[in-house]
């Protein structure tokens, strides 16, 4: 049986790292390359690297630390492939083939795509044909309006035509490789996954869905692995607090039985 996969979201905005509440407050959590590192050592299946910046500007700002800052983000796409060897996907800016092409040339294994797919769905289409639907993520940010889950894009400030419902149908029968489901709602709340959204969509689609947006505690990542059919539960703010975060909260996980890969240290 496929085991189930946790996975941790790495948020970059203009050369830092940070952390997400709501999609509108964020806090700095520095060195956007060491936490790659760590996360690696502490047995991550895999890692989701999203760029988030508005601009262009990538700068650190922080001489005194010895670290060369990189002016942008693919030069920090680079930079991580070096030390870490667990599968990275990487999002944001993504508008054209040779976006994503740039991207895996300097390491990436695939790419997240958002708001470029809701423009123009074809988009993904394009994409599995060119790379294979293996490649492509399809990252869905839904809010709840008027009690029904709405589709947003462009970091969460616009609201689309779609309901997740035909959203996920879309991204189906366009050749999606896979689902990272986030609930702008529950982003940095810290009070638990929207079981409700995780289980529509699972229950709705046969491509894999990465449930994403309120982890407070390992418990949660129990709660969607065991009361929906998500095939992956990741998280942000949650594994940059606690040292070898990733080793215990898989050990949690494996303890209770769960169909996930037995937690291990990696010396890098």
Same mark, same amino acid.
């Given at each position: 049986?496929?085991?189930?996969?946790? &996975?941790?979201? /790495?948020? /970059?905005?203009?050369? %830092?790292?940070?952390?997400?509440?709501? #999609?509108?407050?964020?806090?700095?959590?520095?060195?956007?390359?060491?936490?790659?590192?760590?996360?690696?050592?502490?047995?991550?299946?895999?890692?989701?690297? /999203?760029?988030?910046?508005?601009?262009?500007?990538?700068? &650190? !700002?922080?001489?005194?630390?010895?670290?060369?800052?990189?002016?942008?983000?693919?030069? @920090?796409? !680079?930079?991580?492939?070096?030390?870490?060897?667990?599968?990275?996907?990487?999002?944001?800016?993504?508008?054209?083939?040779?976006?994503?092409?740039?991207?895996?040339?300097?390491?990436?294994?695939?790419?997240?795509?958002?708001?470029?797919?809701?423009?123009?769905?074809?988009? @993904?289409?394009?994409?599995?044909?060119?790379?294979?639907?293996?490649?492509?993520?399809?990252?869905?940010?839904?809010?709840?309006?008027?009690?029904?889950?709405?589709? #947003?894009?462009?970091?969460?400030?616009?609201?689309?035509?779609?309901?997740? !419902?035909?959203?996920?149908?879309?991204?189906?029968?366009?050749?999606?490789? !896979?689902? /990272?489901?986030?609930? &702008?709602?529950?982003?940095?709340?810290?009070?638990? %996954?929207?079981?409700?959204?995780?289980?529509?969509?699972?229950?709705?689609?046969? @491509?894999?869905?990465?449930?994403?947006?309120?982890?407070?505690?390992?418990?949660?990542?129990?709660?969607?692995?065991?009361?929906?059919?998500?095939?992956?539960?990741?998280?942000?703010?949650? #594994?940059?607090?606690?040292?070898?975060?990733? #080793?215990?909260?898989?050990?949690?996980? %494996?303890?209770?039985?769960?169909?996930?890969?037995?937690?291990?240290?990696?010396? @890098?």
């Amino acid at each position: 049986m496929k085991k189930k996969r946790l &996975i941790p979201v /790495l948020l /970059l905005k203009n050369g %830092y790292l940070v952390q997400s509440k709501s #999609f509108k407050h964020y806090q700095n959590l520095g060195n956007p390359i060491h936490a790659v590192k760590r996360l690696s050592q502490w047995g991550s299946d895999e890692l989701i690297y /999203l760029d988030i910046s508005k601009g262009e500007n990538y700068d &650190i !700002e922080r001489d005194d630390l010895k670290y060369k800052n990189r002016p942008n983000f693919l030069s @920090i796409i !680079e930079q991580v492939s070096k030390v870490t060897f667990m599968p990275i996907t990487v999002g944001g800016k993504i508008k054209k083939l040779f976006d994503v092409e740039k991207r895996l040339s300097l390491g990436a294994d695939k790419i997240s795509i958002n708001s470029e797919a809701i423009v123009n769905y074809n988009f @993904i289409s394009d994409l599995a044909k060119e790379f294979g639907s293996q490649c492509v993520v399809v990252s869905v940010d839904v809010k709840v309006v008027n009690n029904k889950y709405k589709v #947003f894009s462009h970091g969460g400030t616009k609201i689309s035509k779609y309901e997740i !419902e035909e959203w996920v149908d879309i991204i189906e029968k366009s050749g999606g490789g !896979e689902i /990272l489901l986030n609930s &702008i709602d529950r982003d940095g709340a810290a009070t638990g %996954y929207d079981l409700n959204l995780l289980e529509i969509v699972s229950n709705r689609t046969k @491509i894999p869905v990465i449930a994403c947006g309120g982890v407070g505690k390992w418990e949660h990542f129990h709660e969607a692995l065991t009361k929906t059919k998500v095939d992956a539960v990741s998280a942000a703010n949650i #594994f940059h607090y606690v040292d070898q975060s990733v #080793f215990l909260s898989k050990k949690y996980l %494996y303890e209770k039985e769960l169909n996930v890969r037995k937690p291990d240290l990696i010396n @890098i």
